[in-house]
């Protein structure tokens, strides 16, 4: 792991609470099809690494499974812990994943939502593995932001924008032009089994505040010099006011992947 990417995934701390606030969740039907593809038994272990403020832990936690969380950052622990408090059957460790004393072949299933590619890839696939029953399950997923019909324009309009604050902008792709790539390395670690995937495709509408604070809590731009940053929110607020009536329609999509034990 580099020293930036080591830096990069503790930004999300530094601002807990908006993330909590503005982040969008994940659709039932994919908590529903993780289940069902695990065979995640009632009453299950469950293991989530970087488990935030617990976005993805509290559907979970609602059917009623036991879960450990692992969560780097002590503000979005804490937050986790407030928002999970009514289950009992929820604990959040604060930690790295890398320093957790792994308790070996003691989780039904393992998950990662929206966190898998902040953890130390020499390890992350072997310590997941170990810490799964024999049966045990793996399952991956994260949003992928993607362009939407309602709001094309703007996401032409804003590549511009972009070009100048960061040489790395890529601009957002469609929802085809995405690949299934971290199903093919799921399988090359001969630790686990075929891999199946899932896609769920909506959109959310932001006005211009939430927008730019969803903007807020995404590492890239959070690791941005603070000028730049900041010029990049007036150009983007304006393009919003001026151009689209103070409204910006995102598009998601969700990427499920899951793959048993070998």
């Known amino acids: 792991m580099t020293q930036d990417h080591a830096h990069l995934r503790t930004t999300f701390d530094q601002n807990a609470v ?61 937050i986790a812990r407030r928002n999970l408090a009514a289950y009992s059957h929820v604990t959040v460790y604060t930690g790295a994943f890398e320093d957790w004393p792994a308790e070996e072949a003691a989780f039904d299933l ?39 019909e309602a709001s094309q324009g703007f996401f032409r309009a804003i590549d511009p924008i972009y ?19 971290a199903k093919a390395e799921i399988e090359q670690t001969d630790l686990f089994g075929e891999v199946t995937v899932r896609r769920y495709r909506w959109d959310a509408t932001y006005d211009t505040a939430s927008y730019l604070q969803l903007l807020d809590t995404y590492s890239n731009h959070r690791s941005l010099d603070s000028e730049i940053r900041s010029r990049l929110f ?29």
């Open 18 to 78: 908006l993330y909590d606030q503005i982040r969008p969740g994940y659709p039932e039907a994919l908590f529903d099809d993780m289940v069902t593809l695990s065979g995640l038994p009632a009453g299950g272990s469950v293991l989530e690494i970087g488990s935030g403020t617990g976005k993805a832990t509290a559907p979970m936690a609602q059917r009623g499974y036991r879960i450990q969380g692992i969560e780097l950052g002590a503000n979005m622990a804490a």
């Open 110 to 148: 393992a998950f990662f939502a929206t966190a898998f590619h902040w953890i130390d890839p020499t390890i992350s696939y072997q310590k997941t593995a170990q810490a799964l029953k024999p049966t045990g399950a793996l399952a991956l997923f994260w949003h992928v932001h993607v362009q939407s």
């Open 163 to 181: 070009q100048r604050a960061d040489p790395n902008y890529q601009p957002m792709p469609w929802p085809d032009e995405i690949t299934e790539s």
């Open 234 to 262: 007036n150009d983007l607020a304006q393009l919003i006011e001026t151009r689209f009536n103070g409204h910006v329609t995102k598009g998601y999509l969700a990427m499920l992947y899951v793959a048993h034990r070998k």
